[in-house]
Antibody
């Protein structure tokens, strides 16, 4: 069974940093792109970032570019999101999702993890 | 403001058919990028419903179907059931933005 488990969320002050992790199992990890998608309380889905199977292609939403960094460790079957200079508007449930192919450009997301909650507040 | 536009809400009685539209532009759906659909039931993570415009993953009932034409796509649900109530999102890729884009979501209410 394919499984994605996020961790690392919590309460953080504006301007501080947080690192999210996503542990994957049940599939050949280094064959697929991976993504982070977030959902603010009561709001819709917002794609945050995607990374190719070999980490050569990385994309970011305009809202996080320059502040967030996506990375992966294929030896550990893990995906990461380093979030710096956090703002109140970054408050959301952050989901990790497996891409439908090795490229983060185009394709679908399946499955999704259960998410980890990030709250940015003083 | 989402790049892909969906109606905020749709509703239907049990057994009826509803459709949810997803309108994009020349840099995403109109550029030939596939449209995918997700179902998010209350309190749960999104689940893939349709991929590649019209393909159902195994386990998804054939009551759900997708189509794409020009710069728009649609999700149709027939034989509405109470357990279909939730939020539905379309998703594609935008070549100009170099970014994945989602619709704003549509809340389905089963009357």
């Amino acid at each position: 069974e394919v499984q994605l488990v996020e961790s690392g969320g919590g309460l953080v002050q504006p301007g501080r940093s947080l690192r999210l992790s996503c542990a994957a199992s049940g599939f050949t990890f280094d064959d697929y792109a991976l993504h982070w998608v977030r959902q603010a309380p009561g709001k819709g889905l917002e794609w945050v970032s995607g990374i190719s199977w070999h980490s050569n292609t990385v994309d970011y939403a305009d809202s996080v570019r320059g502040r967030f960094t996506i990375s992966r460790d294929n030896a550990k079957n893990s995906l990461y999101l380093q979030m710096n200079s956090l703002r109140a508007e970054d408050t959301a449930l952050y989901y990790c999702a497996k891409g439908g192919s090795g490229s983060p450009r185009g394709g679908w997301f399946d499955p999704w993890g259960q998410g980890t909650l990030v709250t940015v507040s003083s | 403001q989402s790049v892909l536009t969906q109606p905020p809400s749709v509703s239907g009685a049990p057994g009826q058919r509803v459709t949810i539209s997803c309108t994009g532009g020349s840099s995403n759906i109109g550029a030939g990028y596939d449209v995918n659909w997700y179902q998010q039931l209350p309190g749960t993570a999104p689940k893939l419903l349709i991929h590649g415009n019209s393909n159902r993953p195994s386990g998804v009932p054939d009551r759900f179907s997708g189509s794409k034409s020009g710069t728009s796509a649609s999700l149709a649900i027939t034989g509405l059931q109470a357990e279909d109530e939730g939020d539905y999102y379309c998703q594609s890729y935008d070549g100009s933005l170099s970014a994945t884009v989602f619709g704003g979501g549509t809340k389905l209410t089963v009357l």
